[in-house]
């Protein structure tokens, strides 16, 4: 079998073909930075015209690079949420298009599932998984109990870790995109050098907060610029320890959701931790949930960088996850800004 996937739902113009075997046979990628650069993050007007623009032609770049007609593909799968409404239409249209066109099944992804499944793209990690969703737009931890079936243990009550990263980011004058410009120059820093807050810290819950963070940051860097910019010592040691202190939240939060999930009588034993998303590809936090995955012996598992990002790949097989089970969607299925994962065990019939 093999999947066609596609995936705007934020400033990637993505298709991906991968097959039953897990072999990835094509992908087209289209990036936005350079559009979005000049406003420091994403305009969703932007980037919704931009997938109409490159939409084509990364089809075009994934069927050539498989060696593959159309006529090959056995089913289509695009995002149809959550995300920025105008680049879901756009990639769903197409997706809905395709599949009526070669007469083959439609497949609606929640963009959340497809991070969630990526890791069983690359290794048989069987159910029921621990997955913390980290990225630009969410911080949730869910349990995975099948394609189709989460339980959401915790979620972020302002802000998602990324957002904390970028802003943070931008607050000490680093390039956008700011979470990869903030490791890179936490990489010659303190992370002790400053004392930032650890928001929810030890909390009974699985909740996430960041916006307090944020802010804390923003006093301190508004104190130590009060006489003039800053060195590029101290620059370092602010993103080191912004970097360090959301590492210290996401592990504890993490932590507080095993330990949910081992004293509920009604939970199976988990086979993995898993983080997926953009800021799963951090290698601070990565550190830190393997070292506490081995602590409570389990493994940890994650994708490679190219594949924590949006890509058309993971959509791809989140949709040959779904045509395994004989789960297809309507055409009329519509595109969604947003879609809770947990409200698909009811959609799915699971």
Known sequence: MIVLGIE??????????VDDTGRVLGQGLWSQIAAHRPYGGVVPEIAARAHGDHIGACL??????SGLDRGDVDG???TCGPGLIGGVM?????GKALAAGLGVPFVAVNHLEAHALTVRLL????FPYLVLLVSGGHCQLLIVRGVGHYRLLGTTLDDAAGECLDKGAAMLGLPYPGGPA????AKGGNPHAFDLPRPLKGRSDCAFSFSGLKTALRQRVEALTVHGPLSNAVLADLAASLQEAVADVVADRVAQALRMVRDDPNESSLTALVAAGGVASNATLRARLAALASTWGLPFKTSPPALCT????????????????GLTSPLSTPARPRWPLESLAVESGN
């Open 8 to 17: 705007t739902s934020c400033d990637e113009t993505a298709v991906g073909l």
């Open 60 to 65: 075009d770049e994934a069927f050539r690079e």
């Open 76 to 78: 289509v799968a695009a």
């Open 90 to 94: 756009v990639g769903a249209v197409m």
């Open 123 to 126: 290794e048989a990690v069987t």
């Open 182 to 185: 903030l490791e890179q120059a």
């Open 310 to 325: 949006d890509n058309g790949i993971m959509v791809a097989w989140a949709g040959l996850e779904r045509l395994r089970l």
